[in-house]
């Protein structure tokens, strides 16, 4: 599985952005999903997950209500939407998959190059 991120860039504060991530291969519709984070000094971070079919999704509280995962099995293409972004979101994202069912994040073994969020207040 190959993962190939794009959709980073600088916003100001309260701006959104769409990273979208596709994979290759023939078994999107067998790996669950997802976007993590790191930030400058920082570990890296699950930000948000998403399961095979699209049914279950977990975020970490500091992006509920804010940041949408979702995937179109179609285009072996998941999306972070994120909107009311804030200067602690500025991080490398990087979208990740794995053959689990599960939202572990040492699980996911399959890596995407990161994209680079910039977020100015």
């Known amino acids: 599985v190959q993962l190939q991120a794009c959709g980073g860039g600088s916003v100001q504060t309260g701006g959104s952005l769409r990273l979208s991530c596709v994979a290759s291969?023939?078994?999107?519709?067998?790996?669950?999903l997802g976007w993590f984070r790191q930030a400058p000094g920082k570990e890296r971070e699950m930000v948000a997950a998403?399961?095979?079919?699209?049914?279950?999704?977990w975020y970490t509280d500091s992006v509920k209500g804010r940041f949408t995962i979702s995937r179109d099995n179609a285009k072996n293409t998941v999306y972070l939407q994120m909107n009311s972004l804030k200067p602690e979101d500025t991080a490398v994202y990087y979208c990740?998959?794995?053959?689990?069912?599960?939202?572990?994040?040492?699980?996911?073994?399959?890596w995407g190059q990161g994209t680079l969020v910039t977020v100015s207040s």
């Open positions: 998403i399961s095979r079919s699209g049914g279950g999704t």
């Open positions: 291969g023939r078994t999107f519709g067998d790996l669950s």
């Open positions: 990740a998959a794995t053959f689990k069912n599960t939202v572990t994040p040492a699980l996911y073994n399959f």
